[in-house]
């Protein structure tokens, strides 16, 4: 996106280290959380401490994506599974704005390994620990691998990033892959 009147500014991209290789679940599987809905995420290792909001689907079935008026901003899919129920949970976020880098500017550094917390409403946490962060074109965005069903808690971050024109926007999403480890009540 450009910036502060000119400057463009890519956002970092995960490497080719970070993909899924194969593999789509962890051997692994923890308890589901009961349903919660999320009212906050941290991910340590990027700085990322913000609240949740919930988001649609756009007339043409896309999820929306949060306010760009709060940069700070989280959004989760409202109609889908609550980050630690059983199943894909997604949460979106901006990877930037006019103003500047928002929320998900930093998501494409995340590493196999990384910890996200997803605090919900009945003021448990799920502990997620990410598997692979892999960017897609968006006109071949592989919708079945990214919000697809799944027998265990898995949690989905997406943003926009990849290469950018002012007249389309970026023409990729940031996708980050994570399953449950832990939760707290």
């Not at 502060?4 to 991209?13: D, E, I, R, S, V």
């Not at 998900?104 to 946490?125: M, N, P």
């Amino acid at each position: 996106m450009i910036h502060g009147g000119g400057a463009l500014h890519l956002p970092p991209l995960p490497g080719i280290s970070q993909g899924l290789g194969g593999v789509t679940s962890p051997a692994l599987l923890v308890p589901p959380r009961p349903r919660a809905v999320p009212t906050r995420i941290r991910i340590p290792s990027i700085q990322v401490d913000a609240p949740v909001t919930g988001l649609g689907l756009d007339s043409a079935g896309r999820l929306q994506a949060p306010p760009d008026s709060r940069r700070d901003l989280t959004g989760w899919y409202r109609d889908g599974v609550t980050p630690g129920q059983r199943g894909t949970a997604i949460v979106a976020g901006h990877v930037d704005t006019h103003e500047g880098p928002a929320v998900f500017y930093r998501l494409g550094t995340l590493r196999k390994g990384d910890q996200v917390e997803i605090t919900g409403a009945d003021g448990g946490t799920g502990f997620f620990v990410v598997d692979a962060a892999e960017v897609y074109p968006k006109d071949d965005f592989p919708d079945e691998k990214v919000y697809g069903p799944a027998r265990d808690s898995q949690l989905r971050l997406i943003t926009c990033g990849g290469g950018f024109t002012s007249s389309n926007g970026y023409d990729a999403n940031v996708v980050v892959f994570a399953h449950l480890v832990r939760s707290l009540s």
